[in-house]
Nanobody, 124 residues
Framework: QVQLVESGGGSVQAGGSLRLSCAVF??????MAWFRQVPGKEREAIAS???????TYADSVKGRFTISKDHAKNTLYLQMNLLKPEDTAMYYC????????????????????WGQGTQVTVSS
């Protein structure tokens, strides 16, 4: 059974840092990604990492967030620095098991497996 379990969300003041974790069970992913969603808005892709280690970031987080993966632990991370109030959202990790979709890292439909989400709140 495939399961993605996120942790590490919370409340922080602007300029602060948080690290999200996503423990992956039951699948070795071709690529993984972090998405975020604010109520009433579409889910936004913010970072992805392929099995090869290649990373991609949305412009809104580039230079502030870092995605990484510990293959031995099968755990995905998102280090978030210099947080802004506009980073407030529910954050989700996602896994693409075989790379057979569109090939576009930001396409949510390419990711078959999703975590339950972890809330990040940044106050000004």
């Amino acid at each position: 059974q495939v399961q993605l379990v996120e942790s590490g969300g919370g409340s922080v003041q602007a300029g602060g840092s948080l690290r999200l974790s996503c423990a992956v069970f039951g699948v070795t992913a071709y690529s993984m990604a972090w998405f975020r969603q604010v109520p009433g808005k579409e889910r936004e892709a913010i970072a992805s990492i392929k099995w090869s280690g290649t990373t991609t970031y949305a412009d809104s987080v580039k230079g502030r967030f870092t995605i990484s993966k510990d293959h031995a632990k099968n755990t995905l991370y998102l280090q978030m620095n210099l947080l802004k109030p506009e980073d407030t959202a529910m954050y989700y990790c996602a896994a693409d098991s075989d790379g057979s979709g569109s090939g576009l890292w930001y396409m949510s439909r390419d990711y078959e497996y999703w975590g339950q989400g972890t809330q990040v709140t940044v106050s000004s």
